[in-house]
């Protein structure tokens, strides 16, 4: 009789132990069908292209969260699944020319085809008069490449001039990170820089190569309704206009004030650049309405067993474009590539939680709104944080995940930052996957996506995905396919899920190897560093003492 109840309570044992529901990784309910059903029905036209502040986000979050719900996740905001995210939504007109008044003679630039501009400022009217017209570089100021463009130039009632990217960027010194595009290159650093030297303001040049889009996108964006938080103060402390000139128009600018584009930018990459005012005065008006709306993100948590004060962050925005212009007679911009893949990743990584012991440190899986106005849910989280950022350990985030199937490698975006490269590495390679480094480092997209306002408190980060090496093309063919993407299929109505054509098993093999970081690091007592030259370095250190 004994024997016979040992044998049963042995076979029960085995059950359990081996019950996927009970496995610690949780691998084994990652599944592709789960995540077809998400992209699916995210990307349908019935979304209407997941714009915020639109009928459908409220479909979009319901739908998020009640995923969350059946999942197993408690709401993660004081016994809600939302945080609500208060936006000021502007819309802008612009004057039909931006007027340049140049030794050469009066030069013209027509809205949209030569010029853009826009500002968060809460007036009605603003009007650069004459304003004087300051070449400053780059516009940067880092302390720890000896730079300032301004060199405490009085740019008060001024407009600045500046390239985009940094001084890096096509030399051969690797001044700065070479073609690796710091945060100084990025444009809302730029706009952010010339407020607090006190410019008016703010004109960048606008170059494929270095800003990582064509004019397209700047133009199409023109006079679109714009978003932001919404601000304590009116944006006051902001340039009164921020935009961007093409090149061409750049071209005959400088030419007016007798130098060549090209010197002009041979002049801005040395290292003791000093600020030019040039002999030219810009003159243009903008009239903008103001309304102040709430979004929403969505948040789900598993707490953590041992230390529940600490948390592993995944994030994943939910919005797009909505409807917008109409191209070859469809006008939904469906965003299934982006977002609707990396939400499916990551509600399915959240199921892989659910099926395993409950972590150490919580968990937080965090769909953030209006990620395409200029990550504006992440940055109001990072700001109004659940957990405070000294207590959170690492943000995994993606972001354009491709339906190619499997990937043989695995691309840091940001790689070389921190030591959370050496957890992707140990995963992948338990895949048999290689790292890869970002094929673009110069578009700087470790800066444009929703760990970033984590990475500025300075929170270790992750921005990976299969990429570069697809196994069903090879390499050469894979990034082929991903160039013609970005020049017809990224932010078009083009954006859509084929489930006869497109392969999800890549996107089901980064969500098991992403779930097993984030476990690693959830079952862990480690505190993830930043590398020595990272540029964040300082601001962990800050917020850990």
């Given at each position: 009789?004994?024997?016979?109840?040992?044998?049963?309570?042995?076979?029960?044992?085995?059950?359990?132990?081996?019950?996927?529901?009970?496995?610690?990784?949780?691998?084994?309910?990652?599944?592709?069908?789960?995540?077809?059903?998400?992209?699916?029905?995210?990307?349908?036209?019935?979304?209407?292209?997941?714009?915020?502040?639109?009928?459908?986000?409220?479909?979009?979050?319901?739908?998020?969260?009640?995923?969350?719900?059946?999942?197993?996740?408690?709401?993660?905001?004081?016994?809600?699944?939302?945080?609500?995210?208060?936006?000021?939504?502007?819309?802008?007109?612009?004057?039909?020319?931006?007027?340049?008044?140049?030794?050469?003679?009066?030069?013209?630039?027509?809205?949209?085809?030569?010029?853009?501009?826009?500002?968060?400022?809460?007036?009605?009217?603003?009007?650069?008069?004459?304003?004087?017209?300051?070449?400053?570089?780059?516009?940067?100021?880092?302390?720890?490449?000896?730079?300032?463009?301004?060199?405490?130039?009085?740019?008060?009632?001024?407009?600045?001039?500046?390239?985009?990217?940094?001084?890096?960027?096509?030399?051969?010194?690797?001044?700065?990170?070479?073609?690796?595009?710091?945060?100084?290159?990025?444009?809302?650093?730029?706009?952010?820089?010339?407020?607090?030297?006190?410019?008016?303001?703010?004109?960048?040049?606008?170059?494929?190569?270095?800003?990582?889009?064509?004019?397209?996108?700047?133009?199409?964006?023109?006079?679109?309704?714009?978003?932001?938080?919404?601000?304590?103060?009116?944006?006051?402390?902001?340039?009164?206009?921020?935009?961007?000139?093409?090149?061409?128009?750049?071209?005959?600018?400088?030419?007016?004030?007798?130098?060549?584009?090209?010197?002009?930018?041979?002049?801005?990459?040395?290292?003791?650049?000093?600020?030019?005012?040039?002999?030219?005065?810009?003159?243009?008006?903008?009239?903008?309405?103001?309304?102040?709306?709430?979004?929403?993100?969505?948040?789900?948590?598993?707490?953590?067993s041992k230390y529940p004060d600490e948390v592993?962050?995944?994030?994943?925005?939910?919005?797009?474009?909505?409807v917008g212009k109409k191209v070859k007679n469809?006008?939904?911009?469906?965003?299934?590539?982006?977002?609707?893949?990396?939400?499916?990743?990551?509600?399915?990584?959240?199921?892989?939680?659910?099926?395993?012991?409950?972590?150490?440190?919580?968990?937080?899986?965090?769909?953030?709104?209006?990620?395409?106005?200029?990550?504006?849910?992440?940055?109001?989280?990072?700001?109004?944080?659940?957990?405070?950022?000294?207590?959170?350990?690492?943000?995994?985030?993606?972001?354009?995940?491709?339906?190619?199937?499997?990937?043989?490698?695995?691309?840091?975006?940001?790689?070389?930052?921190?030591?959370?490269?050496?957890?992707?590495?140990?995963e992948a390679e338990k895949q048999g996957r290689?790292?890869?480094?970002?094929?673009?480092?110069?578009?700087?997209?470790?800066?444009?996506?929703?760990?970033?306002?984590?990475?500025?408190?300075?929170?270790?980060?992750?921005?990976?995905?299969?990429?570069?090496?697809?196994?069903?093309?090879?390499?050469?063919?894979?990034?082929?396919?991903?160039?013609?993407?970005?020049?017809?299929?990224?932010?078009?109505?083009?954006?859509?899920?084929?489930?006869?054509?497109?392969?999800?098993?890549?996107?089901?093999?980064?969500?098991?190897?992403?779930?097993?970081?984030?476990?690693?690091?959830?079952?862990?007592?480690?505190?993830?560093?930043?590398?020595?030259?990272?540029?964040?370095?300082?601001?962990?250190?800050?917020?850990?003492?």
């Open positions: 009789m004994r024997v016979e109840i040992f044998l049963i309570l042995l076979s029960a044992i085995l059950v359990f132990s081996c019950s996927p529901a009970t496995k610690k990784d949780g691998e084994a309910v990652i599944e592709y069908k789960n995540i077809e059903k998400h992209i699916a029905e995210l990307s349908s036209d019935r979304y209407q292209g997941r714009m915020p502040l639109t009928a459908s986000e409220g479909i979009t979050v319901d739908y998020i969260a009640a995923q969350m719900k059946e999942i197993g996740l408690e709401p993660a905001d004081s016994g809600k699944y939302f945080q609500e995210v208060p936006l000021l939504a502007v819309s802008s007109k612009i004057s039909n020319t931006l007027d340049f008044d140049t030794p050469k003679g009066k030069l013209k630039f027509d809205k949209l085809v030569d010029y853009v501009t826009f500002s968060r400022r809460m007036d009605a009217e603003q009007t650069l008069d004459q304003s004087e017209l300051v070449f400053a570089g780059f516009g940067i100021t880092a302390p720890e490449y000896a730079r300032d463009d301004f060199q405490g130039m009085d740019l008060k009632g001024k407009t600045i001039l500046v390239f985009v990217n940094d001084p890096g960027y096509g030399t051969s010194d690797a001044y700065f990170k070479g073609n690796t595009m710091t945060y100084y290159g990025r444009w809302t650093y730029k706009f952010e820089e010339a407020a607090r030297r006190g410019a008016k303001g703010c004109l960048i040049i606008h170059e494929t190569g270095p800003a990582g889009y064509p004019w397209q996108v700047v133009s199409n964006n023109g006079e679109s309704t714009k978003l932001y938080l919404k601000p304590d103060n009116g944006y006051q402390d902001r340039c009164s206009f921020e935009g961007w000139i093409s090149q061409t128009a750049a071209e005959q600018l400088f030419s007016s004030c007798g130098m060549s584009f090209d010197m002009a930018k041979k002049m801005a990459i040395q290292k003791d650049f000093k600020p030019i005012t040039l002999p030219v005065k810009v003159s243009g008006w903008m009239k903008s309405t103001f309304e102040t709306k709430a979004s929403r993100n969505v948040c789900g948590l598993i707490r953590g592993v962050v995944y994030t994943a925005h939910w919005d797009h474009l909505g469809d006008s939904i911009y469906n965003g299934a590539t982006d977002n609707a893949s990396a939400v499916a990743w990551m509600l399915e990584i959240a199921r892989g939680f659910k099926a395993g012991l409950p972590p150490e440190r919580s968990v937080l899986f965090l769909s953030v709104t209006s990620e395409e106005s200029g990550l504006l849910g992440s940055s109001y989280y990072a700001e109004h944080p659940f957990f405070p950022m000294a207590k959170t350990v690492a943000c995994i985030n993606t972001d354009v995940m491709m339906f190619l199937g499997k990937f043989k490698d695995v691309m840091l975006t940001g790689s070389g930052q921190s030591e959370l490269d050496e957890w992707v590495r140990k290689y790292i890869a480094p970002d094929p673009n480092p110069e578009n700087g997209m470790y800066f444009r996506s929703d760990q970033f306002p984590f990475v500025k408190k300075g929170v270790p980060a992750i921005y990976a995905k299969g990429y570069t090496d697809a196994e069903k093309y090879g390499k050469a063919e894979t990034m082929k396919i991903v160039d013609r993407y970005w020049k017809e299929t990224y932010h078009s109505p083009f954006d859509e899920y084929h489930p006869a054509t497109d392969d999800l098993n890549g996107i089901v093999e980064d969500a098991k190897l992403l779930y097993h970081v984030g476990a690693d690091l959830a079952n862990s007592e480690a505190w993830p560093a930043w590398n020595a030259d990272s540029e964040f370095k300082s601001a962990r250190e800050i917020s850990r003492k």
